[in-house]
Each structure stands twice: as structure tokens, then as C-alpha cells.
Nanobody, 121 residues
Framework: QVQLTESGGGSVQAGGSLRLSCIVS???????????LGWFRQAPGKEREFVAA????????YRTDAVKGRFTISRDNGERTVYLQMSSLKPEDTAVYYC???????????WGQGTQVTVSS
């Protein structure tokens, strides 16, 4: 059974940095190398929104209007882990951050439990 586990969240002041990790278990190395994984976030009272994704070739896509230039997604296939490096954090980045696996038809699933990021001004 595939399981995604996020970690690395915390509380920081505006301008600070955090690196989130998402470990994927129950997935063979070969299969993981072909996966596309994404990071999403959900702020209080708001819908979950896309943040970034990385495909099998390491090509990244970002939510351009909010995070591009400040966030960097990367992957370590050997560790079956996807990272989200966040810099120049703003209070509006405060949210629970989730990782997910892209499945058939481009639909994301196998959601992790999330990790809380809180940015104070």
C-alpha cells in the first residue's frame, strides 16, 4: 500500500526558510522514478490549492502567481522522497502542506497527512 508522509513544517518569521520532505513508501524504485508528485496547501477557510509538481524527468511546474522564484521542488529517487524548499516565506504562505501522487488521468491521490507551516509577520 502506497503511503506518503510529509515532514519539515514549523513556525518561522517572514523572510525565513523551510524545507519540506515527502517520503513515499510502498512504491518500488522503478515505479517511483516514473511518478509525478505534487505539493499542495490548504489555508484555514480556503480550498486546497496546487503549489508545485515534479515529473519523472525532474521537470518542475509551479503556481506561478504565488510561489515561483521562492519555492523549489526536487526529488531524490533513491530515497523515494520529494522536497519543497521554501524561501522568503510570507504570512500568506501559512497553510497545511500536503504531497500527493499523480495517478491515472492526472488526478492526484494517496494524500499524506500534511505538515503545518506557519509564517508570522
Amino acid at each position: 500500500q502506497v503511503q506518503l508522509t510529509e515532514s519539515g513544517g514549523g513556525s518561522v518569521q517572514a523572510g525565513g526558510s523551510l524545507r519540506l520532505s515527502c517520503i513515499v513508501s510502498g512504491r518500488s524504485f522503478f515505479t517511483f522514478t516514473r511518478d509525478t508528485l505534487g505539493w499542495f496547501r490548504q489555508a484555514p477557510g480556503k480550498e486546497r490549492e496546487f503549489v508545485a509538481a515534479i515529473n519523472r524527468n525532474g521537470v518542475a511546474t509551479y503556481r506561478t502567481d504565488a510561489v515561483k522564484g521562492r519555492f523549489t521542488i526536487s526529488r531524490d529517487n533513491g530515497e523515494r522522497t520529494v522536497y519543497l524548499q521554501m524561501s522568503s516565506l510570507k504570512p500568506e504562505d501559512t497553510a497545511v502542506y500536503y504531497c500527493a501522487l499523480q495517478g491515472v488521468g492526472g488526478v492526484y491521490g494517496n494524500w499524506g497527512q500534511g505538515t503545518q507551516v506557519t509564517v508570522s509577520s
